[in-house]
């Protein structure tokens, strides 16, 4: 199953504000999306590029998003979810701040699960991608562009 994730500040394959990057005011922007299986029971949220220079770059990492939750609000992080680490070493999410030169993609994918995961906050991607083995009822992807 498939959920539709969008942005009031970026429409899919366009470009991510400046106040939502490292030049601006690194806050998260405000996602959306459609219900999910009716047996979700969290979400997980993952934002990486893929195009960085040393391999694919992690920008946010946060779960046990509450089910009953439809969007996220701009630099929100809802109570009761778990952030992870970035690659930035921070908890969070830490916004586009590529090299100067080409644009680079960022995509965020949200999944819902059909359970909430005992990890601690400060979990990486890899460690929560494998948490989430079996357990995703339904994914949706939404992706922006940055260039400095």
């Known amino acids: 199953m498939t959920i539709e994730l969008t942005s009031?500040?970026?429409?899919?394959?366009?470009?991510i504000p400046q106040q939502h990057t490292g030049d601006g005011a690194d806050t998260s922007p405000p996602l959306r999306w459609t219900d999910p299986p009716p047996n979700t029971k969290s979400f997980a949220l993952?934002?990486?590029?893929?195009?960085?220079?040393?391999?694919t770059w992690v920008h946010w990492v946060l779960f046990n998003l509450p089910a009953d939750l439809r969007e996220l609000k701009e630099g929100?992080?809802?109570?009761g979810s778990t952030p992870g680490t970035n690659n930035f070493g921070n908890l969070g999410y830490g916004g586009p701040a590529p090299p100067k030169g080409n644009p680079h993609r960022y995509y965020f994918k949200l999944y819902a699960l059909d359970r909430r995961l005992d990890l601690p906050a400060g979990t990486t991607k890899a460690q929560l991608e494998d948490a989430m083995k079996g357990h995703i009822l339904?994914?949706?992807?939404?992706?922006?562009?940055?260039q400095r």
């Open 8 to 15: 009031t500040a970026f429409s899919e394959g366009a470009t």
């Open 46 to 55: 993952i934002c990486d590029d893929p195009d960085a220079p040393r391999g």
């Open 76 to 79: 929100g992080e809802p109570k």
């Open 138 to 146: 339904a994914e949706g992807q939404l992706m922006g562009k940055y």
